[in-house]
């Protein structure tokens, strides 16, 4: 019986490494391939003539030269990368605050008084992905120039209508950014606030919570890890966008850190040092990321 068993969870075994074979080839060709092909570029060199990046394949050789070069465009003399560094945290942070304060009361709704028109809302949700983020930011450039819907609107109720939100404006990037990302925001919400058993929330009812201290008490500590996962899906993206800042402002005064990599590997002769910078971003990132992935662990092994 035992020898039957190991037999079987053998196959089992060899079954589940074959059905993960596929992903874990496309991960290492998408992911782990191109991220040593940008290290090999961070550490390599520049072709002197045609001011190129040569890249570094052996790690033997690597150089530090690029490193030492973005080091001091950081917090050198003449740095210049600090501010759009700050800006983008500023700005994350700043979208990631009103997306959370949009997002939860709408998921909230759909998850607790859809009722049959749940699968209506749901539709609508998920509608803003049947089109393109490019399109949708084109869309808000139509709505926000100095003639557009919104200036048109303010005229319209007797509020100043010529302003320029397309200028630079801190306030057009923010909100490009929130109106970008949260959708993923919502349905990672709903989905969460939709799985909490209506059972609990009847009994703290039952013991005398008001429907506002319920709400507070029971489902808001239940939907913490749905928050958290929510808001890192969220600002992860937003932290090396440069997309949304390039079409709704382009000024110099709202540079995200996305821009001045953009920027970098286009230019000749700093192709190396914006690997560098990817490379840092990366690793910025993964700090929250390893933490959720530990926190989520650690609540799976307390429910467990």
Known sequence: MGRSQDTHDRRNRWLWMGLAAPGAIWLLVLFVAPFYVMMAVAAGGVNEFFQTAVPTWN????????????????????????????RTL???????????????PVAYFVSRYAGRRKTLFLIL???????????????????????????????FVGLPGHTDWLGGKSATVVLG?????????????????????????????????SKWRTFWRVTVPLS????????????????????????LSGAAGTTMIGNAIEGQLESPGETGQGAVLALMLLLILLIPMIYYAVSTARASREFA
């Open 59 to 86: 790690p033997l050789h690597w150089s530090s030269a690029n490193l030492s070069a973005v080091w001091h465009d950081m917090v050198g003399s003449g740095a210049f990368l600090g501010p759009p560094a700050l």
């Open 90 to 104: 500023l700005y994350s942070a700043s979208a990631t605050v009103i997306s959370l304060a949009i997002a939860y």
């Open 125 to 155: 949700l998920i509608a803003p992905f049947w089109v393109s983020y490019m399109m949708r930011m084109l869309a808000w450039i139509d709505l926000l120039q100095q003639g557009g819907f919104f200036n048109s609107a303010l005229s």
């Open 177 to 209: 950014l929130v109106y970008g990302y949260i959708p993923y925001l919502i349905l990672v919400l709903y989905a969460g606030l939709d799985r909490i058993d209506q059972s609990l929330l009847e009994a703290a009812r039952d013991l005398g919570l």
């Open 224 to 247: 913490k890890p749905t928050i958290i996962a929510g808001t890192f899906i969220t600002v992860l993206p937003m932290l090396g966008d440069y997309f949304t800042n390039q079409l």
